[in-house]
């Protein structure tokens, strides 16, 4: 009972009134689950919105705000006052990522905890390299790619930690890239199944490494050098642009989804693993970091940086391009493990991005995106409300 209380007394009333509607709901209904023979280990996992909305609120969200705080009291330690600037404003201004990506931990069964601490270290690296690469003192794509082999390193149990800071001034970072990798790697060698995901996630983040060093060098070189690596991997996708191939480069969720089952199902085979691989990528990841890049079309305008949605013809082709996103990443999704969960986190992507203040402040920009929201249907309107209602709460208490 005393956790019950400490844990009640962490959450605003705001959202604890939201919390006791949806466990009344999640009562009623006797926390309906999937149950999926996956492997040979039944696997619970939230079979409807509110009962994945209420285990997010009461499993997830707590783990992930405890995991950022040890992480942010590490970075206010850093001695280079600019490696610990943008480490700081990395978690400051991006933990919706980390919450957002620790929703696959629900994959985990038993081994949920774990599943978060990996899930929102590498989300914290990869936050923390968007920033220094965004607002880099540098230009140079040599210092890029050292900075983001701590990625693959960080996906794979046993590998030595480099000095990914080699090429650039700042390095003085007191280990915290470091430890953030080998946290990553502690908690993957824990995971029964990771050996059968580790060569799908290490080639996710390859192409996850070469997006933020093409798109990050001289201005002048970005677009040439996008279109370039495009042409080597064109012949292995679907029909679609270069700018379209960098959006589904640029996702973590196929990372975690797999991480996460490795977590939680020692049966795990190869299969399986390259058919989740296959549903993620590139559908679900592409619609994930297109949805990204269409709220932040009037910032990246203004400070300077490439958006790939500016490359479309007209704003009609982009929202149809973008309905055509979520349409294939529908069809990937089927017959996945926990196919449902998986549509849940489709239609969530929609109502997390749409949800945002740069949406609900602009009137067309508002009425313009009413056209996305549209396709994600009654459960794309409901987790919309739910997050509309959380960030209400949210700038209350702030």
């Not at 009623?28 to 040979?40: A, C, D, E, N, Q």
């Not at 390193?153 to 915290?176: C, I, N, Q, S, W």
């Not at 490795?262 to 190869?270: I, Q, T, V």
């Not at 969530?348 to 609900?360: E, P, T």
Request: proline share 3%; charged share 30%; hydrophobic share 35%.
């Amino acid at each position: 009972m005393a956790q019950l209380s400490r844990s009640r007394r962490d959450i605003p009333a705001k959202k604890r009134s939201y919390l006791h509607i949806l466990a009344f709901i999640a009562v009623r209904s006797h926390m309906l689950k999937i149950k999926t023979v996956y492997g040979g280990m039944n696997v619970g996992v939230p079979a409807r919105s509110w009962t994945l909305l209420y285990q997010v609120y009461r499993k997830v969200i707590p783990v992930v705000r405890e995991e950022l705080g040890k992480w942010r009291t590490f970075a206010e330690g850093i001695p280079d006052p600019e490696l610990r600037s943008q480490a700081l404003m990395s978690i400051d201004d991006k933990a919706f990522h980390c919450k957002g990506g620790a929703v696959y931990g629900l994959l985990a069964g038993k081994d949920r905890a774990e599943a978060i601490r990996f899930i929102v270290a590498y989300q914290t690296i990869c936050d923390y390299l968007d920033n220094l690469c965004d607002r880099s003192t540098s230009l140079d794509a040599d210092d890029f790619r050292a900075l983001h082999e701590s990625l693959a390193d960080a996906l794979t149990p046993g590998a030595t930690v480099r000095d990914y800071y080699r090429f650039r001034k700042e390095k003085e970072d007191g280990g915290y890239l470091a430890s953030l990798v080998r946290v990553c790697q502690e908690a993957a060698r824990t995971f029964p199944a990771y050996e059968v995901v580790k060569a799908a996630n290490v080639e996710l983040a390859s192409l996850y490494g070469d997006l933020q060093v093409y798109k990050h060098v001289e201005l002048s070189e970005r677009v040439p050098l996008l279109e370039a690596w495009f042409e080597k991997h064109q012949g292995k996708l679907p029909e679609m642009s270069w700018y379209e191939f960098s959006a589904c480069a640029g996702s973590t969720l196929g990372i975690f989804c797999l991480t996460s089952y490795a977590a939680g199902n020692s049966e795990l085979s190869r299969a399986e693993a390259d058919q989740i691989k296959d549903g993620y990528y590139p559908w679900v990841q592409g619609l994930h970091i297109m949805l990204d890049y269409y709220i932040d079309q009037e910032e990246d305008e203004r400070e300077g940086d490439l958006n790939f949605c500016s490359y479309y013809e007209s704003e009609s082709e982009m929202l149809d391009r973008l309905g055509e996103f979520y349409r294939q990443a529908g069809k990937g999704i089927e017959g996945l493990p926990d196919e449902r969960f998986h549509r849940f986190i489709r239609k969530g992507l929609i109502a997390i991005y749409l949800s945002d203040d740069k949406v609900k402040k602009d009137r067309i920009f508002r009425q313009k995106s009413r056209q996305i929201l549209k396709k994600g249907g009654a459960e794309g309107l409901f987790f919309y409300m739910n997050n509309w209602m959380y960030r209400q709460g949210k700038a209350t208490r702030d």
